[in-house]
């Protein structure tokens, strides 16, 4: 079964630095997401993605964050300055299209540790 | 989209039926209900989504009323390994792929030997 592939598994970071984490979608999938989950809490909405932009975003996904699907494969997500409340596991997911019955798909996550 | 209600936890023993039921009141004509299951420290797994009636895959029976304010989601003879949490979601899925998916926070199913 296609899977959607996230590196690393594990990073920690110190607080102020940047962090890159990546995903490799299902090479079919055309819609392309970053959720997060701190330790506890619910899956939030962070951003989503095609045809090469943003599709939409929520208030979590400010000016610290970016993402970029830089060579047709690869779709990072990039925090420019962490904070120690960026500390969570991050997932990727994609999907292939818009018919009901096409699911998303997620990978196993990275959790990002902001020291 | 459609504000959904689950218990907040489960408990059952390897080889029973668990039968998990979502409310969704306010469910617009084009919403789907689909249920994803989430491990720890996995990411959400879709398990299957429907519209009205039955649905049954090799996992799962999603069962929808006919005036789709609710669903149940139907596990036979759990086991150990089905114990995570199961989310309940609702929504316009057939747009233009943009809808964000709107995680509550799910049942917490737990299952004894």
């Known amino acids: 079964e296609p899977e959607v592939t996230q590196t690393p598994s594990h990073q920690v970071t110190q607080m102020g630095q940047e962090v890159i984490l990546r995903c490799v979608p299902i090479?079919?999938?055309?819609?392309f997401y970053w959720y997060r989950q701190i330790l506890g809490q619910k899956v939030e909405f962070l951003v989503s993605?095609?045809?090469?932009?943003?599709?939409?975003k929520s208030e979590i996904f400010d000016d610290q964050f970016s993402v970029e699907r830089p060579d047709g494969s690869n779709f990072t997500l990039k925090i420019r300055s962490t904070k120690l409340e960026d500390s969570a596991m991050y997932f990727c997911a994609s999907r292939k299209g818009t018919v009901a019955n096409y699911g998303y798909t997620f990978g196993s996550g990275t959790r990002l540790t902001v020291v | 989209l459609a504000k959904t209600t689950q218990p907040i936890s489960m408990d059952s023993y390897e080889g029973q039926e668990v039968n998990i039921t979502c409310s969704h009141n306010n469910i617009a004509t084009n919403d789907y209900i689909t249920w994803y299951q989430q491990f720890p420290s996995q990411g959400p797994r879709f398990i299957i989504q429907?519209?009205?009636t039955k649905v049954t895959n090799e996992v799962a029976s999603l069962f929808i009323p006919a005036d789709r304010k609710s669903s149940t989601l139907s596990l036979p003879r759990v086991s150990l390994s089905d114990t995570a949490v199961y989310y309940c979601?609702?929504?316009?899925?057939?747009?233009?792929?943009?809808?964000?998916?709107?995680f509550g926070s799910g049942t917490r199913l737990q299952v004894q030997p």
């Open positions: 979601l609702v929504g316009d899925y057939m747009d233009t792929g943009r809808r964000a998916l709107t």
């Open positions: 429907g519209y009205k």
């Open positions: 090479s079919n999938h055309l819609y």
């Open positions: 993605f095609y045809n090469n932009e943003i599709s939409e």
